[in-house]
C-alpha cells in the first residue's frame, strides 16, 4: 500500500482488522470506519444482540455517542463491533472516524429489511399485521447519508465518533406504507396490540422499545442530510425488485439468511 488521503473500510469486523489498520497508519491520511449502532447497552447491560434471550434493550430516549456500549469479545456481532473500535482506538494514532449506522439500507444492500414489505406486496396481500400496533421505532441509515457524513467528518478533520442515521425515525408503519406507495400497493396495515403473535407481523425493525440515535454531534460537524427514508423509497424498492428478478430471494440477499427464513416469506 502507498500512501492515501484517507480510507474508507465498510467490512471491518473485529479486533484483527483495527489492529490491521493500526500496522498501516503511517501511509493513512485520514481513516474511516464503519462500525453499528448495535454495539450499544441499556442501563441494564442489554444489547440488540441479546434481545430474543435476554430482553430487548430500553435506551429510554435518543442514543448518544456516549452511550455505554456491551462487553468486546468474539461472541457476537455486536462484542465484535466494539473489539473493532477498542483496537482501532488502542492502535491507530492518525486521524480516526468510526460512524455508527442503525438499519442500513440502500442500493445492492445484500440485507434488505424492506424485503419484507416488498415480498408482500409482490404477492398481492391486500393486509399485513404489524405488532406493538405499527409503532416500533428502528433508525434507519441510508448509504447516501453515511457517504455524506464520512466527506463532512474527513473534510472537518481530526478524530470522531459519530451515529450515522437518518433525518428522522420512522415508525414500522410509517416505513411499511412508504415502501407500499412506492410500488402503488393499497394494501393495508393492520396494527396488532403487544409483540409478534408470529412472524407474520414481526418485521425486521420490531422492537418493543425505540431505537433512536441522537445525531446532533454530526449536525455540530455541519452534517446535513441528503435523503430520507420517504425520498429514497422508489429507488429502494425498485432496486429489490430488479435484484430478485428470476431468483428466489435468498439468492438475491443471502445475508437474510441471518433472520429466521419463515419471517420473509408470503
Not at 477498542?86 to 438499519?103: M, S
Not at 404477492?123 to 399485513?128: D, H, L, P
Not at 449536525?219 to 442530510?225: F, M, S
Request: charged share 20%; hydrophobic share 45%; proline share 8%.
Amino acid at each position: 500500500m502507498t500512501g492515501f488521503d484517507a480510507v474508507v473500510d465498510t467490512v471491518a469486523f473485529n479486533a484483527a482488522h483495527g489492529r490491521q489498520w493500526g500496522a498501516l497508519a503511517g501511509k493513512i491520511g485520514a481513516l474511516v470506519v464503519i462500525s453499528t449502532g448495535s454495539v450499544y447497552a441499556d442501563a441494564a447491560g442489554r444489547t440488540l444482540d441479546e434481545g430474543a434471550t435476554n430482553g430487548y434493550p430500553d435506551y429510554g430516549g435518543p442514543i448518544p455517542e456516549t452511550n455505554p456500549r456491551g462487553p468486546s469479545g468474539d461472541a457476537t456481532y455486536s462484542t465484535r463491533k466494539v473489539a473493532l473500535e477498542d483496537a482501532l482506538l488502542d492502535g491507530f494514532d492518525r486521524p480516526l472516524i468510526v460512524l455508527r449506522p442503525f438499519a442500513v439500507y440502500g442500493p445492492g444492500n445484500l440485507a434488505p429489511r424492506e424485503w419484507w414489505f416488498v415480498a408482500r406486496a409482490l404477492a398481492g396481500m391486500t393486509s399485513i399485521p404489524l405488532a406493538y400496533s405499527g409503532e416500533s421505532r428502528f433508525h434507519t441509515s441510508a448509504t447516501a447519508n453515511i457517504a455524506e457524513l464520512c466527506r463532512i467528518a474527513v473534510q472537518t478533520g481530526g478524530s470522531h465518533i459519530l451515529n450515522a442515521a437518518d433525518p428522522e425515525c420512522l415508525t414500522v408503519m410509517e416505513i411499511g406504507r412508504a415502501l407500499l406507495d412506492a410500488m402503488g400497493s393499497g394494501a393495508v396495515l393492520e396494527p396488532l396490540e403487544g409483540p409478534p403473535r408470529d412472524l407474520a407481523s414481526w418485521t425486521p425493525w420490531t422492537i418493543p422499545a425505540p431505537l433512536i440515535a441522537d445525531m446532533s454531534a454530526a449536525a455540530a460537524l455541519g452534517y446535513r442530510p441528503v435523503t430520507d427514508f420517504r425520498s429514497a423509497a422508489r429507488e429502494t424498492v425498485d432496486d429489490l425488485v430488479r435484484a430478485a428478478k428470476g431468483r428466489h430471494w435468498l439468492q438475491a440477499f443471502p445475508s437474510l439468511g441471518a433472520y429466521p427464513s419463515a419471517m420473509f416469506e408470503t
